[in-house]
């Protein structure tokens, strides 16, 4: 039997994270179980860890509990011991610092492979600055170059990335399909009101951390300007740095609810209509895969990730981004549609055809290693 070991910094709830626990689950489901999987967290884990869903699963977790900067750095061997006590034959990465960390114990025999969810060049900039963002990028890009095999979680980053040298393959993210379900009309209905939601509102969804390269600004300033229209409603869940800001943007309206941070996507994305973005750079967004899921349409920004992952479902889904009338022209557009965003994501982006790609490569990469 295979043994891989999925090194990450912790298991917080977030995308990547959550990409982990959606790839176990399915291969934990599918009939050919031909790998066991350990996992191996470098920081300790807070109270948003995942780590419960995955003991769940039954799979066996490390913690080294080593803080980040210089101590990590100083407790390379004692990592590296936990690594190595797992007996993995393929080790696979998850994050910046795991990265590093794989790159300074070099693993002498054992290929490694990593995932990338954001394009290098563009995010860190955007999070660190131009100087230190395009420094991180290229030490970044330069590590993974001794990886074995770099998955890429669209042909967007793949592009992007095509250039520094590194050996390359787009899997595409997936998501549960059988969690991510939606609820019939009636019962939409009783939790709207339930949440103080008119049962006919056009309800707008939005999911992630409220940082710049999200722009959540521009969204709340177009639906505040859309308020002479009653029914239109939108929700932000999620937490950051710009959320005393968000919440001074918002004001007295009473048409935008700002709920933070949640356990869980589900409940929302159940009672929306759309999903909706306007991020500057994504990589392949979960929480919009989690919305084709449920049945809801997502509105997106034009940037080529965006564009990509519903090319084949509707051009009329994109607005241009900052542009307000861009934005309310679509809404307009999209009082009604009779797409079928869930059996999209069922011929494209389930965590079935996900795990079934991963597992695939961890073989070759024994085979041609």
Known sequence: MLKVTIVCSSLIRRGPTNVIFNMLEAYYNSNIQDVKFSIVTISSESEESRMQDFVNLGIEIKSVNV??????ILSLSKIKDVILSTLPDVVHSYGFRADVLLELMRLSKIPIVSSLFNNPHEDYCMQFGKLKGRLMAKFHLHILKSFNKVIVCSRFIEEKVKN???????????????????????????????????????????IGNLIYRKNPFFLIETFKS??????????????????????????NSTHIRLIGAQPGTLQYLQIADYYISASYSEGFPTAVLE???????????????????????????????????????????????DLTPREYLLRNYSSEIMQRNYINEYHKLIIFN
Do not use: W
Not at 67 to 72: A, D, R, S
Not at 297 to 302: C, E, M, T, W
């Open 226 to 251: 859309m308020e002479f229209d009653h029914e239109n409603y939108l929700i932000i869940m999620g937490d950051g740095p710009l959320m005393s800001e968000c919440k001074t943007l918002i004001g």
């Open 291 to 337: 919305a084709l899921s449920t049945n809801v349409l997502p509105i997106l920004s034009d940037i080529m990730p965006h564009i990509e992952m519903i090319r084949g479902l509707s051009s009329n889904c994109i607005f241009k981004n900052n542009d307000s009338n861009s934005l309310i022209s679509l809404i307009n557009q999209l009082k009604s549609h």
């Open 67 to 72: 803080k980040p900067g210089i101590v990590g």
């Open 164 to 206: 520094d040298k590194l050996n390359l393959v787009t899997i595409y993210t997936g998501v549960p399909a059988n969690v991510f379900v939606p609820l019939v009309k009636d019962e939409v209905v009783k939790r709207r009101l339930s949440m103080g939601i008119p049962a006919n509102a056009k309800v707008f969804l939005f």
